[in-house]
């Protein structure tokens, strides 16, 4: 209980005050900036980086199987690989068909 005590006491001192808000300004991040968004992130960055992963994802399930073949690796890896390209696969074309849904939408609204 002392030593519980004691590192309460050590935050409030000068030093943890100092602590406590460079922890605070890193959670907040920079002023002005939208709370929960990392700074240079926009939609197409996004969108391009989940791609590269999808992509990964595929290339390394297929690198899985070739190990698999070759007697390299065992069955639940490539099943766990596979699984994981299926899931970012169905991600990519769900998210594909939201994309193309919305933009229908927007093309048939009246100006």
Same mark, same amino acid.
């Given at each position: 209980?002392?030593?519980?005590?004691?590192?309460?006491?050590?935050?409030?001192?000068?030093?943890? =005050?100092?602590?406590?808000?460079?922890?605070?300004?890193?959670?907040?991040?920079?002023?002005?900036?939208?709370p929960g968004q990392a700074p240079g992130m926009d939609f197409a960055t996004v969108l391009?980086?989940?791609?590269?992963?999808?992509?990964?994802?595929?290339?390394?399930?297929?690198?899985?199987?070739?190990?698999? @073949?070759?007697?390299?690796a065992n069955t639940r890896e490539v099943v766990d690989a596979v699984l994981e390209a299926? %899931?970012?696969? %169905?991600?990519?074309?769900?998210?594909?068909?939201?994309? =193309?849904?919305?933009?229908?939408?927007?093309?048939?609204?009246? @100006?």
């Amino acid at each position: 209980m002392i030593n519980r005590i004691q590192s309460i006491a050590s935050l409030t001192g000068s030093n943890g =005050v100092d602590q406590i808000g460079k922890t605070a300004s890193s959670i907040m991040g920079t002023p002005g900036a939208t709370p929960g968004q990392a700074p240079g992130m926009d939609f197409a960055t996004v969108l391009g980086n989940m791609a590269t992963d999808t992509m990964t994802s595929l290339k390394g399930a297929e690198a899985m199987s070739f190990k698999a @073949i070759q007697g390299k690796a065992n069955t639940r890896e490539v099943v766990d690989a596979v699984l994981e390209a299926q %899931q970012s696969l %169905q991600t990519a074309t769900a998210l594909r068909d939201k994309i =193309v849904s919305a933009y229908l939408d927007i093309t048939k609204m009246q @100006i």
